[in-house]
């Protein structure tokens, strides 16, 4: 079982530029999540999707969008990229939101370089 | 608003060593607690977490973590460490109705020394 794949692995990407970091998984897990890894923050939460249609806001939404078309699918989109976010970024699931002992399971991450 | 703090960025033991990675948290109601580990260029992976009753839980590669209310922490100890254990350590914390919102610890990297 694949779990969760990530797309690209990592990348270098010019300041102002888009790009869509790709998150597929495929446990038909209802809720998804992205986060970001910065050295000595730990793993901060960007947006997150309870369920396919709906999303709602982390800790850190500026500068990120992201959609939740069905239940396999939660890309995130950087519409102007700014080196600050420079960061490895991972993808999550678990089987629902709103139940907090529910486990996540957090696919290999994409580094990304914003110059 | 909970929160967590890993008191440790870095803890180094020799091979065989016992090792405790601290973690304490705060909120204002009931917890759930979870520690992950991130093996070199991997994501994370669960551990272990406590949701209710017995306060030990233990994890199958001889982890342990223990939950103290009173103290409002969330240790992680093993009694003889494992080259193979090198990795970052993620102390997280959620509670029953903002399960989206897990929060996450700053890290603690365990270092093996032969």
């Known amino acids: 079982t694949a779990g969760i794949t990530q797309a690209p692995t990592s990348q270098i990407l010019a300041a102002g530029r888009s790009m869509t970091l790709r998150c597929t998984q495929d446990?038909?897990?209802?809720?998804m999540y992205w986060y970001r890894q910065d050295l000595g923050l730990g793993l901060r939460l960007i947006h997150y999707?309870?369920?396919?249609?709906?999303?709602g806001k982390g800790e850190v939404p500026d500068g990120y969008s992201v959609s939740r078309a069905n239940t396999d699918d939660f890309p995130l989109t950087l519409a102007s990229a700014v080196p600050s976010q420079t960061s490895v970024y991972f993808c999550?699931?678990?089987?629902?939101?709103?139940?907090?002992?529910?486990?996540?399971?957090f696919g290999p991450g994409t580094r990304l370089t914003v110059l | 608003a909970q929160s967590v703090t890993q008191l440790d960025s870095q803890v180094p033991v020799f091979e065989e060593a016992p090792v405790e990675l601290r973690c304490n948290y705060s909120s204002s109601v009931s917890v759930y607690l979870f520690w992950y580990v991130q093996y070199p260029n991997q994501g994370l992976q669960l551990l272990l977490k406590y949701l209710s009753g017995s306060t030990l839980v233990e994890s199958i590669n001889g982890f342990e973590a223990e939950f103290n209310k009173s103290q409002t922490s969330f240790h992680l100890r093993k009694p003889s460490v494992h080259i193979s254990d090198t990795a970052e350590y993620f102390c997280a914390v959620t509670t029953y109705s903002s399960a989206s919102k897990i929060i996450f610890g700053s890290g603690t990297r365990l270092s093996i020394r032969p």
């Open positions: 446990m038909r897990h209802n809720a």
């Open positions: 999550a699931s678990s089987a629902y939101g709103g139940a907090g002992g529910n486990e996540q399971f």
């Open positions: 999707s309870n369920t396919a249609g709906t999303t």
